[in-house]
């Protein structure tokens, strides 16, 4: 019945599995028959501690019974504290809140452009390098900024000033920053849409000094590493990078629709009074949710994901059917024998919850997932593999 009206009603823009999720707790999810499942997704690296999590629940509930928006013509305190603590965490120094990654990007690209504007009088420094493979959201603009073809088709004419590095060759990045007028670089430091590939730390360094060298701003995507999901706050700080913009969004907001971008000291007052906004961003019940979830996001939960990270590892090490595995903490990317898509759908009817990245099968579940649930989502997944492989 549900799944027939949203066939009818919904525009049919998601190939959706054929399952109809009413409830969860913590990394299980179950369907309209009370069937269990593992949740390995986590609404695709959103859900930080989980369904329904007591403490993000009480915290939004309490914003919801007293204000749930008032317009960014107002002050909020949850608002303020979530900046405060943002910034007060990562160093730098102001936040805008946007409500997705796709407009947190956006927002980055024209602070990008308008700082350039402000520096050379005119729009001769627009152009903006990202990366092959990358993913940076759905809005013309950050089609344009996501370095695939395929992205590229059906929907032009699309934003001018993008262009395009090959990841891992120094040459392609230095050739362009050469050849273009550009004020940025914008990158995920794990492809993750892309197939969750981590840069090499030493693309990074290069990375570092191209926009050194060519005073361009570094912006980095860490809409989905970010939150704890690759096992420190920021990922950019397991490189040891300062960079100029952060944009982050999915884990940030716990599960409902939040984003943000971070400036640093030289972007910090690029915007003023007119010049960006948000009917919705900033909304004091996301925010809400989302100060009870970066309360909570600290060192001794970190080691947990880098340690469950690992445990999956271990898990997945002398699978036969398992050709490779690549990622940072709780965002792995797991090369398999059989087809990703067909993975997917075989974990699913066996009660474990994966996601596909381009031909990997993505493990990004719920931060808070026991050892005990890994074990279990684990061997499902290689019986999984194992089954075709019998075939
Ligand atoms: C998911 C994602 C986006 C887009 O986020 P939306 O909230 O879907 O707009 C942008 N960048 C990266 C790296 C992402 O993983």
């Given at each position: 019945m549900i799944q027939e009206l949203d066939q009818e009603y919904i525009a049919h823009t998601y190939a959706r599995f054929p399952v109809t999720f009413v409830k969860g707790e913590g990394a299980l999810l179950y369907d309209e028959s009370g069937k269990a499942y593992i949740d390995m997704g986590a609404g695709i690296a959103v859900n930080t501690f989980g369904a329904a999590d007591k403490t993000w629940c009480a915290a939004v509930s309490e914003q919801l019974g007293k204000l749930?928006?008032?317009?960014?013509?107002?002050?909020?305190?949850?608002?303020?504290?979530l900046a405060a603590s943002l910034c007060r965490r990562t160093g730098l120094k102001r936040v805008f809140f946007a409500n997705s990654g796709a407009e947190a990007n956006e927002c980055a690209i024209k602070a990008a452009r308008k700082y350039a504007f402000m520096k050379y009088g005119d729009e001769s420094h627009a152009t903006i390098i990202t990366l092959k493979n990358s993913f940076h959201g759905r809005t013309i603009t950050t089609l344009a900024a996501t370095g695939q073809d395929a992205f590229h088709t059906s929907f032009g004419?699309?934003?001018?000033?993008?262009v395009y590095a090959d990841p891992e060759e120094p040459e392609s990045l230095e050739k362009l920053?050469?050849?273009?007028?550009?004020?940025?670089?914008?990158f995920e430091l794990v492809q993750g849409e892309g197939g969750v590939r981590p840069l090499s730390q030493s693309y990074v360094e290069e990375i570092k000094r191209v926009c050194e060298k060519y005073g361009l701003l570094m912006m980095i995507d860490e809409v989905q590493t970010g939150n704890g999901r690759t096992g420190s706050l920021y990922c950019y700080e397991q490189y040891g990078l300062s960079p100029d913009v952060v944009t982050t969004a999915k884990g940030l907001g716990g599960g409902l629709p939040l984003g943000a971008v971070l400036f640093g000291e030289r972007t910090k007052d690029v915007y003023d009074p007119g010049s960006h906004g948000s009917t919705f961003g900033g909304n004091p019940v996301c925010c809400a949710g989302a100060l009870s979830i970066l309360d909570r996001l600290d060192d001794a939960l970190f080691a947990e994901v880098r340690r469950?990270?690992?445990?999956?590892?271990?898990?997945?090490?002398?699978?036969?059917?398992?050709?490779?595995?690549?990622g940072l903490g709780l965002m792995i990317g797991v090369e398999t024998t059989r087809p990703a898509k067909e993975v997917a759908a075989a974990c699913l009817a066996k009660g474990v919850v994966v996601l596909t990245a381009k031909d990997k099968v993505r493990l990004v579940p719920p931060l808070v997932i026991s050892d005990e649930q890994i074990k279990e989502a684990v061997r499902v997944l290689k019986e999984v593999l194992q089954e075709s492989s019998a075939e």
């Amino acid at each position: 019945m549900i799944q027939e009206l949203d066939q009818e009603y919904i525009a049919h823009t998601y190939a959706r599995f054929p399952v109809t999720f009413v409830k969860g707790e913590g990394a299980l999810l179950y369907d309209e028959s009370g069937k269990a499942y593992i949740d390995m997704g986590a609404g695709i690296a959103v859900n930080t501690f989980g369904a329904a999590d007591k403490t993000w629940c009480a915290a939004v509930s309490e914003q919801l019974g007293k204000l749930q928006h008032t317009s960014n013509l107002y002050y909020t305190e949850p608002c303020a504290k979530l900046a405060a603590s943002l910034c007060r965490r990562t160093g730098l120094k102001r936040v805008f809140f946007a409500n997705s990654g796709a407009e947190a990007n956006e927002c980055a690209i024209k602070a990008a452009r308008k700082y350039a504007f402000m520096k050379y009088g005119d729009e001769s420094h627009a152009t903006i390098i990202t990366l092959k493979n990358s993913f940076h959201g759905r809005t013309i603009t950050t089609l344009a900024a996501t370095g695939q073809d395929a992205f590229h088709t059906s929907f032009g004419p699309f934003t001018e000033g993008f262009v395009y590095a090959d990841p891992e060759e120094p040459e392609s990045l230095e050739k362009l920053a050469s050849a273009n007028q550009c004020c940025a670089v914008l990158f995920e430091l794990v492809q993750g849409e892309g197939g969750v590939r981590p840069l090499s730390q030493s693309y990074v360094e290069e990375i570092k000094r191209v926009c050194e060298k060519y005073g361009l701003l570094m912006m980095i995507d860490e809409v989905q590493t970010g939150n704890g999901r690759t096992g420190s706050l920021y990922c950019y700080e397991q490189y040891g990078l300062s960079p100029d913009v952060v944009t982050t969004a999915k884990g940030l907001g716990g599960g409902l629709p939040l984003g943000a971008v971070l400036f640093g000291e030289r972007t910090k007052d690029v915007y003023d009074p007119g010049s960006h906004g948000s009917t919705f961003g900033g909304n004091p019940v996301c925010c809400a949710g989302a100060l009870s979830i970066l309360d909570r996001l600290d060192d001794a939960l970190f080691a947990e994901v880098r340690r469950k990270g690992g445990l999956i590892r271990e898990l997945l090490a002398g699978c036969g059917e398992v050709t490779g595995v690549t990622g940072l903490g709780l965002m792995i990317g797991v090369e398999t024998t059989r087809p990703a898509k067909e993975v997917a759908a075989a974990c699913l009817a066996k009660g474990v919850v994966v996601l596909t990245a381009k031909d990997k099968v993505r493990l990004v579940p719920p931060l808070v997932i026991s050892d005990e649930q890994i074990k279990e989502a684990v061997r499902v997944l290689k019986e999984v593999l194992q089954e075709s492989s019998a075939e």
